[in-house]
């Protein structure tokens, strides 16, 4: 195929992609209104199905509240990913990076598998690390870099891999029961990672995700004359970041801006943390979400040095966390609608949702109907988290019915889950920020990744499933 006519057909494919991007930033509402819409529709079902509107409103108010610790879990991977990734160290960091690729097409692949090996352990980290070094990347100005399509490798991180990696809430949580909603640890039990992301089922769908990512990538980045650098979109975008801590103006603030708090602190946080680790296995250690979150608030504090400038590096991350904050109180409601609420026999909602996935699909196409229910929901709840708090008490319940691998029943979320993610501006917005970008600039190229890994990740989902057999729940200590 001649240049050219490659050329036109990646134009055909971005205008394609441009196109469903700027209908859905024009008509598509924002999440929020996702998740309330989300209660009255999960509310009327239960109603339609014999719920009292009692029963209805008492599951919506006791389950508001129960997500609190795993609301603030999820922040706090924001807010520990941000910090650890803007600290001055990292940043020397992302230039000596920077200096690796010798071609604009190979930027664009590097920065998207740098991005997606960041994303396996925080996908907070990878969005503000991925998009650093683009714009470290931008500022050499002999690789002739596409910016749209660095930006585009950049996000790959959530938009590929992230759910399949340590930062993944729904393994997070499946390995938490103190996290868990009212009645999915009854229905699920406790699933360590050695279950989940750990499985060889999981590595090598990870492993061919970022190798076909990468390579898509790569034939999709526009080199020579057609390639936009970060000068076309203003000089923002090539400057470097400006210092991050600003000159000391008080004498009262001396404490602010000296290393010692920071090192007794650290003292105390680190021995925490040795000590965790030395008592536990690696994985069991790193499983549970509070030390993982620790690990991260503690690693940013060390690396910012002063507590100023990690103060600064928090204040610009909480802005990033409204969403979570707001939304999961509704995701916590609808998952008690969907558990608590009983109607006509004595029966709730999951169950009856349950019932429909028994029908439709058996033990070997279970994760292919799941896989792809899970990817079409994404687009209109875009939250990894929260979705999962929706789709697992019936889902579950479905995989337990059929006795398909649960373990699997996660990931299978988890893999089908990011794919929306390609294509939906509500991840992109803290990559965007950092870049200086729109949606519309960077989701021709994701639109790309979307076509390929839609058949790509279904497929390996039913296959790979067929690989592992069922296990039953096994539930916590007094469960």
């Not at 991007?21 to 009327?44: K, N, Q, S």
């Not at 650890?84 to 000596?96: G, N």
């Amino acid at each position: 195929m001649s240049a050219e006519s490659t050329a036109a057909t990646e134009g055909v494919l971005a205008r394609v992609a441009l196109r469903c991007a700027a209908w859905a930033e024009r008509w598509f509402p924002d999440a929020y209104v996702f998740a309330v819409l989300g209660v009255v529709i999960v509310a009327l079902a239960a109603l339609a199905f014999g719920a009292t509107p009692k029963a209805a409103a008492t599951a919506f108010g006791e389950g508001f509240w129960s997500l609190i610790p795993f609301t603030m879990q999820m922040a706090f991977v924001v807010i520990g990913g941000y910090a650890v990734a803007t600290a001055p160290v990292v940043s020397r960091f992302i230039d000596l990076l920077a200096r690796v690729p010798n071609g604009g097409r190979g930027a664009v692949v590097y920065v998207g598998l740098v991005s997606m090996l960041a994303s396996l352990l925080s996908w907070g980290f990878s969005l503000v690390f991925g998009g650093l070094l683009v714009r470290a990347l931008a500022r050499r100005e002999e690789l002739r870099m596409d910016y749209r399509a660095a930006g585009a490798a950049a996000y790959l991180g959530l938009g590929a891999v992230w759910a399949m990696g340590l930062s993944s809430s729904a393994a997070q949580l499946q390995a938490n029961p103190a996290s868990m909603p009212p009645g999915l640890v009854e229905i699920t039990g406790v699933l360590p990672f050695t279950e989940t992301i750990f499985l060889w089922q999981s590595i090598a769908l990870t492993a061919i995700l970022i190798a076909v990512s990468l390579l898509v990538a790569w034939l999709t980045a526009p080199g020579g004359r057609a390639a936009r650098t970060a000068r076309d979109f203003g000089e923002a975008a090539t400057k470097a970041e400006a210092p991050a801590l600003p000159p000391r103006a008080r004498p009262g603030e001396w404490l602010e801006y000296s290393p010692l708090l920071t090192v007794l602190l650290s003292l105390l946080a680190f021995g925490w943390l040795f000590g965790e680790f030395a008592g536990k296995p690696v994985v069991a250690a790193i499983a549970n979400l509070n030390t993982y979150n620790f690990l991260f608030l503690s690693l940013g504090l060390l690396l910012h040095w002063r507590p100023r400038s990690f103060l600064d590096a928090v204040a610009k991350a909480v802005p990033g966390t409204t969403g979570v904050l707001i939304q999961f109180p509704l995701y916590g409601g609808i998952a008690a609608l969907l558990t608590k609420a009983a109607g006509h026999g004595g029966e709730t909602l999951a169950h009856r949702l349950s019932e429909v996935f028994v029908r439709v699909a058996d033990t070997d196409s279970f994760a292919l109907v799941m896989g792809a229910y899970s990817a079409i929901l994404g687009f209109f709840v875009p939250s990894g988290g929260g979705k999962w708090l929706i789709e697992a008490p019936y889902v579950m319940q479905a995989a337990n019915e059929l006795h398909a691998h649960l373990g699997w029943a996660v990931q299978v979320y988890n893999a089908a889950e990011a794919l929306p993610n390609l294509v939906n501006p509500f991840w992109m917005l803290p990559l965007l920020g950092v870049l200086g970008l729109k949606a519309r600039d960077i989701v021709g190229f994701t639109f790309v990744q979307l076509v390929v890994h839609v058949p790509l990740v279904l497929g390996l989902l039913w296959l790979l499933g067929m690989t592992l057999d069922y296990v039953p729940p096994v539930l916590p200590a007094g469960g």
